[in-house]
């Protein structure tokens, strides 16, 4: 399924009241739950976006998509593969020749878990005999590489954003892995993308739910082929795998 816009067109606990045991197995299991107090990142630590939900610009289109809101920004295209209930299992924006995959997962109350999944990525990608290094970028430290795939070698860039209780997983791949500039749409996109991550306890690194917008869902056929302009859609962690490494497929198809 594409839409497309074209131009024109442990110590992730807080002290509390509650019982010591309670909390203690609320440690075990890595639980985030709803603390106004202690959020994780501060805004400031995002010069522009990702936003949280609650600190969101108004007034910016976007593509609701559940736990992230994917803005509407000229001659990007949004590759959506879902299940049959309209699950999405990936979200890849996609201009010329560069790609953007997004991934949205549950952080701690009071700390990002950036640092601790770079580091993951890098052992895995070392694990697959690729060379991964640092290099500072706009949101901080990211993790650039070569990979080999069914079309040749190609340059990826992961890009760590840590907000309120979430993390935002960016891949880019193509031109704009080597130079963020290469595809400016694309970076509008990560500077203007919402997450909603709710209030429910998750596990920590857990993916935040994503969905087909109801009336996307009932629209699409039964191949999962068809094309929604976006704006007929608008309302106003973890370790890298084999589907972040591959180049997107033209159209990523409904299961």
Not at 7 to 29: F, I, Q, V
Request: include cysteine.
């Amino acid at each position: 399924m594409i839409f497309s816009r074209k131009s024109g067109s442990g110590r992730h606990a807080k002290d509390d009241t509650r019982a010591s045991g309670a909390r203690r197995l609320e440690e075990e299991l890595g639980l985030v739950d709803d603390d106004p107090e202690e959020t994780g990142p501060a805004k400031a630590d995002r010069p522009e976006g990702p936003y949280d939900v609650t600190e969101a610009p108004a007034g910016i289109p976007q593509l609701d998509l559940g736990a992230l809101k994917v803005p509407a920004v000229d001659d990007v295209e949004v590759r959506v593969q879902a299940d049959n209930e309209g699950k999405i299992q990936q979200i890849v924006l996609v201009h010329n020749d560069s790609a953007l995959q997004l991934g949205v997962f549950a952080a701690p109350r009071s700390e990002g878990i950036w640092d601790e999944v770079r580091a993951e990525i890098r052992k895995q990608l070392f694990t697959d005999g690729v060379a991964a290094q640092d290099a500072d970028g706009e949101w901080g430290v990211e993790l650039r590489a070569r990979v080999r795939t069914p079309d040749g070698l190609t340059d990826i860039r992961f890009v760590g954003i840590d907000g309120p209780r979430w993390l935002v997983r960016a891949v880019f791949q193509g031109p704009a892995a080597i130079d963020p500039d290469a595809a400016p749409p694309l970076l509008a996109c990560l500077r203007n993308l919402v997450v909603d991550r709710g209030h429910e306890a998750m596990p920590v690194r857990e993916p935040l739910p994503l969905h087909l917008p109801k009336e996307v869902a009932e629209a699409t056929t039964a191949d999962g082929s068809s094309e929604v302009p976006l704006a007929d859609t608008t309302n106003g962690a973890d370790e890298t795998d084999g589907a972040q490494r591959r180049k997107p497929s033209p159209r990523p198809r409904r299961k």
